[in-house]
């Protein structure tokens, strides 16, 4: 079965632009979560979504938005890029939102805002 | 409000001793706990979780926890530490927050940094 695949690698963009980052999740899983790690803040949750709504969203400004498709793929978006945004962001997807599923993780997005 | 505690930034132990890396948390109602490891330029894995029953779980790569509910503790473990287990690990909390749809966030500890030395 494959795993959770993420989409650009890595990108480089300046302040001020819009990005879009792409998560495909493992076949079957319903629940897709975002995450922002940095080395000063570690992983932050972004948000959750399940059956293309928005279950819960994390301490970010309105700048992150993001949403599912009917296949649960998801996608975020930052736009109005500052230098602090540079992070790798993580996605995750699971079964459902039930806690006892564990998450799994694709490899991230390395985003350098320049 | 959920919180993970990983009191150490870095291990360090001998290939072949045994590792320990602590984790304690805080959370609201029934805890449900997750470890996992990040490779360099990788996302992280799954290793084990705590849901309910034994406090022993048993996870990947011969890693196992030890949950203690009096101590709020998930401490992370293996009998004989591998070169190839140098890495960074996530203790993890799964409660509930508040959302309106309702929603189990999952919150991470800062990282412990194992480096296994031959």
């Known amino acids: 079965k494959a795993g959770v695949t993420q989409t650009p690698r890595y990108l480089i963009k300046t302040r001020g632009q819009q990005v879009t980052l792409s998560c495909s999740p493992i076949?079957?899983?319903?629940?897709v979560s975002w995450y922002q790690q940095t080395p000063g803040q570690g992983l932050q949750f972004l948000f959750e979504?399940?059956?293309?709504?928005?279950?819960n969203k994390g301490n970010f400004p309105g700048r992150f938005s993001g949403r599912q498709f009917s296949n649960s793929r998801s996608e975020m978006n930052v736009s109005t890029l500052e230098l602090g945004d540079s992070a790798l962001y993580l996605c995750?997807?699971?079964?459902?939102?039930?806690?006892?599923?564990?998450?799994?993780f694709g490899p991230g997005t390395r985003l350098t805002v320049l | 409000a959920q919180s993970v505690a990983q009191p150490e930034d870095q291990v360090n132990v001998a290939e072949g001793n045994p590792l320990t890396v602590k984790c304690t948390y805080s959370?609201?109602?029934?805890?449900?706990l997750f470890w996992y490891v990040q490779y360099p330029n990788r996302g992280l894995q799954f290793l084990l979780k705590?849901?309910?029953?034994?406090?022993l779980v048993k996870g990947s790569y011969g890693f196992e926890a030890e949950f203690n509910k009096s101590q709020t503790s998930f401490h992370l473990k293996k009998p004989s530490a591998l070169v190839s287990d140098s890495a960074l690990y996530f203790c993890?909390?799964?409660?509930?927050?508040?959302?309106?749809?309702?929603?189990?966030?999952?919150?991470f500890g800062k990282g412990t940094k194992l480096s296994v030395i031959p």
């Open positions: 995750a997807s699971s079964l459902d939102t039930s806690p006892a599923w564990e998450q799994f």
């Open positions: 076949s079957g899983h319903r629940s």
């Open positions: 979504y399940f059956s293309e709504t928005q279950r």
């Open positions: 959370v609201s109602g029934n805890p449900y």
């Open positions: 705590y849901i309910t029953g034994d406090n």
């Open positions: 993890a909390v799964r409660g509930i927050t508040y959302s309106g749809a309702g929603s189990y966030q999952l919150t």
